[in-house]
């Protein structure tokens, strides 16, 4: 069966620095891949997609990278700043189905 | 632009008692909707989808059920509650793109069953 493994424990790093969170899939073609921030009690909410033949997308201090090869996708946000800390989802999609979400890891930035 | 509702936001019901969970879209036509479960430090599960009205598509068999009486209203209801039903509910919608089928979220129903 599908499943999509995204680290459970939190991810605790220092304000300046590069956070990188890693979604890792078996068992899926993925056509793209989306990444979400959710702070608690909240709903997902949608920060950037990348194509399946698309290495890299960019958005701001977020990078994407999509490779299909090791069926893995990691998340880059660069000068993290403690308003960062959250948890971040991934989700992969084929088609116009409904997506599959990963558990999250949660990020937290310490000033 | 598109909005979202969800309500209640919060409720706390006995088991065995009926839910009924309603969610609307505002500014577009035809959206994808969605019902998914959050339980407690766990990842999103989806209940059921929609494309259409009256096209329900269920993920999980459960004694849930949802229904579509709308374009764009969607309504997540139990007969009799268990516990096991107690968790984050989460109202979605998309409209397909060729890039992507990018889902928007509510702000959830929190649900304790007691």
């Known amino acids: 069966s599908q499943k999509i493994e995204q680290n459970s424990e939190a991810l605790n790093i220092q304000e300046g620095k590069t956070a990188t969170l890693t979604c890792n899939y078996t068992?899926?073609?993925?056509?793209?891949l989306q990444w979400y921030r959710q702070d608690p009690g909240r709903g997902p909410v949608f920060l950037l997609l990348?194509?399946?033949?698309?290495k890299e997308k960019r958005k701001e201090r977020l990078k994407v990278t999509f490779d299909t090869t090791l069926k893995q996708s990691l998340f880059h946000i660069t000068a993290s700043q403690p308003a960062d800390s959250a948890t971040y989802l991934c989700a992969l999609g084929t088609g116009r189905r409904a997506l599959t979400f990963g558990s999250g890891t949660r990020l937290q930035v310490q000033p | 632009s598109q909005t979202i509702h969800q309500w209640p936001a919060t409720l706390v019901q006995p088991v065995g008692s009926p839910l009924s969970l309603e969610c609307t879209v505002e500014?577009?036509?035809?959206?994808?909707l969605y019902w998914y479960r959050q339980a407690a430090g766990r990842g999103l599960q989806l209940l059921f989808y929609s494309v259409g009205i009256g096209q329900i598509s269920s993920e999980v068999p459960q004694n849930l059920s949802a229904s579509r009486p709308q374009d764009r209203q969607f309504i997540l209801s139990s007969k009799k509650l268990l516990l096991s039903d107690s968790g984050f509910y989460l109202c979605?919608?998309?409209?397909?793109?060729?890039?992507?089928?990018?889902?928007?979220f509510g702000e959830g129903s929190w649900l304790t069953v007691v």
């Open positions: 068992n899926y073609s993925p056509a793209y």
């Open positions: 979605a919608w998309s409209v397909w793109a060729l890039s992507g089928n990018t889902i928007y």
């Open positions: 500014g577009t036509s035809n959206p994808n």
């Open positions: 990348i194509r399946e033949n698309e």
